[in-house]
């Protein structure tokens, strides 16, 4: 059996595939890789199928990740921009490279993003679990965190690296909103204050949110507790504070807080690549 040998993780990094939509009303989250435009980039960049349920690979959060192979393999570093070597000798970021049999890859702190991917020819064949074989880091569902000494199977490549279009340049701006089912909850300028407000990305965003400080707390004009409810992929949730939360791959299936606007999914991936302490603004969709 061909593996990945792990000898030492930086920050998080965890087995990502397209997640487990379709499951809320079970109370399972979607999960799944944040930045999907570079996941699936690469894949496509050795060769693999990037459908849902089909080749894993690692997403490594602020980078930091050294590894040892028993097989030969094509591996593509994408999203967050990270120094990669093989043995010590550079190698390229957003390209395909060869890993020998025995040699070492390494990945060094990230320069700019936070998230970036590593997927090599074959993908990672951990067991899937309901439909997936993504790490929930919420509920814990799927495959543990990846930490030294972790070894990871190799599945058997399916194509070989070919050229493919590089995934298009990230929409610069604010992030996309339409508004959310709890509008009523604030006052009817809140979506306005919103977009008219400059956050910043606080150090607790994770997978399941992204939490945003700074700026003009949103106040609510109705009292009381509002009854959980479901939950989708980009609300912005307002919780007592008025610091705005934009729920990501990991986020609960129900909640109690209101939902002032929701996050156009095209943006998602932004999400996934604000740094703590980078700025954050919201445009409403015309």
Do not use: I, K
């Amino acid at each position: 059996m061909s593996t990945w040998e792990v000898l030492d993780v930086g920050g998080l990094v965890t087995v990502q595939d397209a997640g487990r939509p379709g499951l809320a009303h079970l109370g399972v989250p979607r999960a799944g890789w944040l930045d999907a435009p570079a996941a699936r980039h690469a894949h496509r960049l050795v060769g693999n199928d990037d459908r849902p349920v089909a080749q894993a690979l690692l997403e490594v959060t602020l980078g930091g990740l050294r590894l040892r192979s028993t097989a030969s393999r094509w591996v593509a570093v994408t999203g967050a921009a990270c120094p990669v070597s093989v043995d010590g000798a550079a190698r390229g970021h957003g390209r395909p490279e060869w890993l020998p049999a025995g040699a070492e890859l390494r990945l060094g702190p990230a320069t700019a993003g936070v998230r970036s991917y590593l997927a090599v020819a074959g993908g990672l064949d951990v067991e899937p679990v309901l439909g997936s074989r993504s790490t929930d880091t919420l509920a814990w569902v799927g495959p543990p965190v990846v930490a030294a000494g972790t070894v990871l199977a190799l599945g058997e490549p399916v194509g070989s690296p070919v050229p493919v279009d590089v995934p298009a340049v990230v929409r610069p701006g604010p992030l996309r909103v339409r508004p959310g089912p709890r509008a009523d909850w604030f006052a009817a300028d809140a979506l306005d204050r919103l977009c008219a407000t400059s956050y910043v990305a606080g150090p607790a965003s994770d997978r399941v949110g992204l939490r945003l400080e700074a700026g003009t707390a949103l106040e609510r004009v109705r009292p009381g507790e509002l009854a959980s409810e479901g939950m989708v992929l980009g609300a912005v949730q307002v919780p007592p504070d008025g610091r705005p939360v934009v729920l990501l791959a990991d986020h609960p299936t129900t909640g109690g807080y209101p939902v002032l606007a929701v996050v156009e999914r095209d943006d998602l991936a932004r999400c996934a690549q604000v740094r703590p302490g980078g700025a954050v603004r919201f445009v409403r969709v015309p």
